[in-house]
């Protein structure tokens, strides 16, 4: 990313106002967190209950000292050293904004693959579009009153939508069961189907 799209991102996500979030709850049993590097927001909810995973060893490197007992791991989504049903649930705080259509589909349908029979996949992410050329947000995570996170996410935008991303999770099998949709962010909790709909 060049000098102009960062300063581009910056201003856009200091234009808008600071989004509060409150992690009350994250899925039960071993979860699969899928991008979850930068700042291992569902590491550090979930500790040694969660595998974090995430392509850059330079993410996972910034995100470990914050949740030391969670099972890091250098992998590429897409295809995740994972066997079949072996994860309770999976998450993605913020990470599908940061991939394109086709890498998205390709990570629900591993996340499918690796998921036990009707476990939940949650989605945390953003409306944006593609014409706005930078999307950034701003964010403050509590988990609690005591431990609270400040960040930016920010990315070259891409037309997405909490609607665009249910259709996807209903074709790579997955029902959408609890759409929570905020001004600029959204959270999606989705279940895993036996059967992949036509
Ligand atoms: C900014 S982070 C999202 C926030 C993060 N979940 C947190 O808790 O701070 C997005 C991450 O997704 C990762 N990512 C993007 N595409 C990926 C893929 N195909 N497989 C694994 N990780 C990916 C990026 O490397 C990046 O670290």
Request: glycine share 6%.
């Amino acid at each position: 990313m060049n000098l102009s799209t960062t300063i581009r991102m910056l201003f856009n996500a200091l234009t808008k106002p600071e989004q509060h979030i409150l992690i009350g709850d994250i899925p039960a049993g071993h979860i699969l967190d899928i991008g979850g590097g930068g700042e291992g927001v569902i590491a550090q909810a979930g500790g040694t209950r969660v595998t974090p995973i995430d392509k850059f060893m330079s993410e996972i490197h910034e995100a470990r000292e914050k949740a030391m007992n969670a099972h890091w791991m250098t992998a590429d989504a897409t295809q995740l050293p994972c066997k079949n049903d072996s994860f309770d649930a999976a998450t993605m705080f913020f990470s599908a904004m940061y991939m394109p259509s086709d890498v998205k589909e390709k990570v629900f349908k591993e996340t499918h693959r690796v998921l036990k029979t009707s476990g939940e996949l949650w989605i945390w992410d953003v409306n944006m579009r593609q014409e706005r050329q930078v999307f950034a947000i701003r964010l403050q995570v509590k988990f609690n009153d005591t431990l609270k996170i400040k960040t930016i996410y920010g990315v070259k935008a891409k037309d997405q939508s909490a609607a665009s991303i249910c259709d996807m999770l209903l074709q790579t099998g997955f029902e959408p069961k609890v759409v929570t949709q905020n001004k600029h962010w959204f959270l999606i909790k989705a279940q895993k189907q036996e059967h992949i709909a036509q």
